[in-house]
């Protein structure tokens, strides 16, 4: 009679171990290689889905740059509408004047825009051209791109917050806003790339107060310096997720 109940338990033991596992809730009872395949395939999903959201997003965005690229190369009023200060700063960089006058005549060195923008469009001026309609195509979909590929920390820093079901209305959300098209597809400015650069910060700073390699911190601190390069006011924006990254690592070490 012993043996009996001890095999009894032991079966349901077994049953309920393999329901549970069946089911989402735990992976209490699964072999190794089955919790790797549904690791595997919930990444394979979330990058599917970011990859969707992200190839809708620039086709909505050169769309419109096809329609929009003919009004940033306008010559009128010294070419004010291919990024004004942004673009004459690149002009004197391309030009070999170096990071100098976003105004017209020259004006001299200046630290009224940040680099970063001002140096990468040099570089679409120096292959395409100056002000020229080639350059117009290249900076727009550059920046579309940029935009598009938002929808990534985006999708995933929401994901972890608000679970998926929000993840994916706050990434198609951003894949046809009508300003974040707009913005990126038919306007020469840091737009796109300050938000790209601030989603991806804000995403890295989320997870940081979860790790422990210092060189997670370091790589942490380097792309928001480098992301300070686009905007200073990303740093502006996020001085409180960094401040809650070091409360919640102080936290863990004292445990």
């Given amino acids: 009679g012993t043996a009996v109940h001890v095999i009894t338990d032991e079966i349901v033991n077994l049953t309920s171990r393999s329901s549970l596992a069946a089911s989402d809730v735990s992976f209490v009872g699964v072999p190794e290689s089955a919790q790797e395949q549904r690791t595997s395939w919930r990444w394979s999903t ?9 190839l809708g997003a620039l086709a909505l965005r050169l769309i419109v740059v096809c329609l929009s690229f003919h009004a940033a190369a306008d010559p009128a009023r010294d070419h004010e509408q291919f990024g004004a200060e942004m673009a004459w700063t690149a002009r004197s960089i391309a030009l070999g004047h170096g990071f100098s006058s976003p105004f017209m005549p020259a004006t001299g060195p200046t630290a009224l825009v940040p680099p970063l923008f001002p140096y990468l469009l ?13 350059s117009a195509i290249a900076i727009l979909a550059l920046d579309s791109l940029f935009s598009a590929l938002t929808c990534i920390p985006l999708y995933l820093s929401v994901r972890k917050s608000l679970g998926p079901r929000a993840a994916r209305w706050a990434g198609w959300g951003w894949a046809v806003h009508p300003f974040a098209i707009y913005y990126c597809a038919a ?3 840091d737009y796109a790339l300050s938000s790209l650069l601030f989603a991806t910060c804000f995403l890295a700073l989320q997870h940081l107060g979860e790790s422990k390699p210092m060189w997670k911190w ?13 905007n200073p006011a990303i740093l502006i924006l996020l001085r409180r997720r960094c401040v809650r990254a070091s409360w919640l690592a102080a936290r863990r070490n004292e445990a």
Avoid: E, N
């Fill in 218 to 230: 370091v790589g942490c601190g380097l792309l928001c310096g480098f992301s300070v390069l686009s």
């Fill in 46 to 54: 979330v990058w599917g889905t970011s990859a969707s959201m992200v």
């Fill in 122 to 134: 040099a570089g679409v001026f120096k292959l395409f051209g100056l002000y020229s309609k080639p």
């Fill in 187 to 189: 306007i020469v400015w």
